[in-house]
């Protein structure tokens, strides 16, 4: 039997135990974690599912208004920002919108490169290679610029803006293109306390946080995978729960996927899977060292190694050895060459770094 054929029979258990578990109650049972080639099968689906459904919409609603207002008026803006969390991926939401071919036909899509830039003092000249290699416009065809991740074209350092310096001069110079560029919350607050960065873009839309609902309806997606399926009125019990993993994500979908994941606990009885409490791992305690490693990584998102350094004002080496530890116990995924927080810990990371006075943003 392939795991396919395997998880779909053991959610199609879940689900005969959510609709019974309304009829009577359930005696004790004996639960375990779920078995690691079940919990890597899950992990892989939940990876692989599309944006949630409103976070496409909120983007294309947001690009097809912006676009149509340009189109008509010469002085409109002609970019629109799309916000999101640093724990989820606002690129993977711009690609699936520009996917969908709901860009007017007369407008050709040029990316920009979404891999940053290794080296932080050429960040704004590789920028104008690639946009000087640009083809000629024509009154009758408009280009859409994509910047996939504004976080990825900056450093926390001496004469790290260049590049947005630079995107933001030829932004403004080549109102015959509309640009649409996304970027984390956290690095737009940065940016705008150092730059005033939204005096020049104005126009932005934020990725909504989901409540339970939607979370609910973004994972059933996952019953192709699995034979997981929902009943259309949830009991309360099954309410009470998702209203807890969206409060508890802040309505992060990444962060409420890795949740879901962990409160999945295994019956070996009668080999259900169980959906049980929401809950975090372990947090340790934090040195201001720490704070503010993490605090780079939530700003510039996926990172490598000597960049992270550079945007600490230290070396390689004297990095090793917190980061080590932040990855020992779970905070930091990833290696050398692409660093990041664990999404499971980003809501109570970013309330500790609220507490200590850093920039934080109002929203997730």
Known sequence: MNDSTSISAWFK????????????????????ELPVEITE???????????????????????????ETWQKDDEAENSLVVLGSPAEDVTRVLDEVLKANQ????MSVRRLPAARVTDSETIATKLAVVAENASELTPDKQELVVVPSLSRYFLRCIGGLDGIVYLRD???????????????????????????????????????????????????SLRNETGLDFTEKMPEAERAY???????????????????????????????IVPEK???????????????????????????????ATSLGETESEIHPPLRRLRQVGLIEGNSSSLQVNPLHYPRLRSELKQ????????N
């Open 13 to 32: 258990k879940l689900r005969a135990w959510l609709i019974s578990s309304q009829e009577k109650s359930e005696p004790e049972i004996s639960l375990e």
């Open 170 to 220: 030829r932004i403004a110079q080549q109102r015959s293109r509309f640009w649409l560029i996304g970027c984390n919350r956290w690095a737009w607050q940065y940016l705008d306390y150092v730059g005033q960065i939204q005096a020049y873009f104005e126009q932005t839309v934020s990725i909504p946080a989901l409540g339970g609902g939607e979370i609910k309806e973004w994972l059933q």
């Open 41 to 67: 099968s899950l992990s892989r689906a939940t990876q692989a599912l599309p944006s949630p459904a409103n976070h496409r919409e909120a983007v294309q609603n947001a690009l097809s208004q912006a676009l």
């Open 278 to 308: 929401v809950s975090f791992p372990n947090f340790r305690d934090l040195s201001a060292s720490d704070r503010y490693l993490l605090y780079s990584l939530l700003l510039h998102g996926p990172i490598n190694l000597p960049n992270l």
């Open 242 to 272: 998702f209203k807890r993993l969206a409060e508890s994500s802040l309505g992060v979908a990444e962060v409420a996927a890795r949740l879901w994941l962990r409160s999945l606990s295994y019956q070996p009885d009668n080999k259900h």
């Open 356 to 363: 200590n006075n850093f920039l934080v943003p109002g929203e």
């Open 103 to 106: 860009i007017p036909s007369e």
